[in-house]
């Protein structure tokens, strides 16, 4: 049985008294240890459905639909009380390095020790022992312990909420754009961390984030996310060389390959759907290169193609005719 198996999956977010669907019919599963990136444009519905699976929507979203089944129990279906021994001990979040996870008033010590002592644990010396491994881990010195969020640079208190979120071993972390906010020096210097801390650890991982490069780097399988759908979901290893949905190729134009002579950035042309008027057929009919009558009319149903899953009439096509 996976670790995570989420089905069907709908957001509603209720906009000035009209409510539209920021995440539509997500459905996949994660193995224990497996890491799924998640990637799309802006908007697209990537960090509503990362708060969905972790039961931190805030209001004027919820769960209008689906299961997100962890660890024998329904998420989409527990209330606070049940959800409560969960957090940071079953799963944890990440949150964007921007948002300040961080309590600002209180020590980097004492955020671990709350986090500790919700889940029982007493002993100072053990907590000041665990604490000290958890910063080492990330490669902060321990001695910062002792310090205030504002005292740490924006890459340190990443770091530290790196940490914070798998203090207590959770079977699941969520991540959402975890470097985005950070320079691109501290970004690579957190992701080879990230790609260490999972080799070494047992904990499943959600990575969404908009850079496909970074989500290849970790993932194990990526899914490729528009529109509040998921368009595709393949291996890391094979969606380079055969994407399926031309979104998916679309997107893969987006990112040089840094050994190529003549680096050209190509950017995908228009837009997404409003989505609060969701088109008829496919959302990405107006935008795709190969589009064809019948994606128009209607929404390719989302199957598996090989060892992968793709919601595209025409899945790999190389030609088409506008
Ligand atoms: N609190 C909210 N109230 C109403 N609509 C929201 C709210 N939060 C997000 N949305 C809308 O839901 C859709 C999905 O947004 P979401 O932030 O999940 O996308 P995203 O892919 O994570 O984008 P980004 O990469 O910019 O964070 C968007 O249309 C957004 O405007």
Redesign the pocket.
Known sequence: MPLLEVSQLQVE?A?QGVPFQ?VRGVSFTLEDGEFIGIV??????????GFAITRLL?D??HISGGRVLFMDKDLAQLDDAALQPMRWADFSIVM?SGMNALNPVLTIRRQFEDAFQAHGFRNKREMAERIRTLLRMVKIDPQFADRYPHELSGGMKQRVSIALAMALSPKLIVM??PTTALDVVVQRSIIQNLKQLRREKTFSAIF?S?DLGTVLELADKVAV?YA?QFMEIQSARSILEHPLHPYTKALLKCFPDPMAEHIEIAGIPGSPPD?KRPPKGCPFAPRCEFVQDRCRDEMPEYRRVGDSYVACHFPGVEGGSK
């Open positions: 977010y906009s920021a799309g444009e802006s908007g697209c519905g990537k960090s509503t459905l805030r004027p979203g964007q959402d754009e969404i908009h996310m509040g989505m």
